[in-house]
């Protein structure tokens, strides 16, 4: 089983899962357009911090793996 790391840090939002769970829904899969699509429409949104560093991306992509079929 995948997890993600939920570490609280008053300095960074709360993780994104209901976007992430809105984004998935109706999604058979996804490609790198629309990937950077997500990050882009995230950091928008002041999610910056996880969107702009490796870590977070890599957060963000174990989320939508492990709630893909869901």
């Known amino acids: 089983m995948i997890t993600v ?3 609280v840090n008053k300095n960074l939002p709360r993780f994104p899962a209901r976007q992430l769970k ?3 829904k109706g999604r058979k899969g ?3 357009d629309d990937w950077l699509a997500l990050l882009t429409d995230l950091r928008r949104k002041g999610y910056g911090a996880l969107t702009d560093n490796q870590e977070g991306r890599e957060n963000i992509g174990k989320f939508l ?4 079929n869901k």
């Not at 793996?65 to 893909?68: D, F, K, L, S, Y």
């Open 22 to 24: 809105t984004w998935l």
């Open 65 to 68: 793996e492990a709630n893909r």
């Open 5 to 7: 790391d939920k570490t």
């Open 30 to 32: 996804w490609n790198h």
